[in-house]
């Protein structure tokens, strides 16, 4: 005799989308913990792909045209104190894009007169021209400019710049002179040009003595 349908226990089918569920709930475990005793899945990311270039910030056409700075060498007469000692005086020059300041040292017992207008500057073109100190402006550049006297034992301070850089739009309308070296991105090509004052003194009885410096461009670099 069958045995008695009424009496066997109840199956109990789950809804498709409760096994679904399951399903899939298997799955993750499976990836997380490695199923079959084989190897651990490692679940480490991979690497991300290379990021594309950044566009460039807002501020570089800036930074390209202003900002540049220069490293120089003194290399006439050589030497790394950017200073020139004689028995009558002792100058040192510091050389930046507005020119070339210098101070000056009376070591005589007479006073010392510097000729201004038998100075000269050779510029980083190899151009030589008359040299101005400051004071001098577009509508004085021209003149005669008067010797400066410098005392036994005192130091005298000041600027000096060929006088082509007056010859400028900006100093006819008293903006003052051109640089002498620009400071945006054209710097770069000034690397290992040379420029310099030649300093007129007239010492004891006239006699005139001309200081040669010069400098090289050695290195230029972005300040921002």
Known sequence: M????SRRSPVFRAPRPFLGLVLATGLV?????????????DTAPSAAPPAAPAAPPASSA????????????????????????????????????????????????????ILWDES????????????????????????????????????????????????DPGAAVGQGARLLL???????SLVGRIFGPNLVIAVENEERLTFEARFRVENVYSDR
């Open 2 to 5: 069958s045995p008695d349908r």
């Open 120 to 167: 000269t500057f050779l510029d980083i073109y190899g151009r030589s021209y008359k040299a101005v100190h400051r004071g001098v402006t577009y509508a004085t550049r021209e003149l005669p400019q008067e010797a400066t006297y410098v005392q036994p034992g005192a130091r005298y301070s000041d600027l000096l710049i060929p006088v082509e850089l007056l010859n």
């Open 182 to 188: 620009p400071t945006d991105l054209s710097a770069q």
């Open 62 to 113: 800036a930074q390209l045209a202003s900002g540049w700075r220069y490293r120089f060498n003194m290399i006439a007469p050589a030497n790394d104190n950017f200073a020139i000692t004689t028995r009558e005086l002792y100058l040192y020059f510091r050389p930046d894009t507005s020119g070339v300041h210098f101070q000056l040292e009376n070591r005589l017992g007479v006073p010392l007169k």
């Open 29 to 41: 475990v499976c990836a997380l913990t490695g199923c079959g005793g084989g190897a651990a899945v």
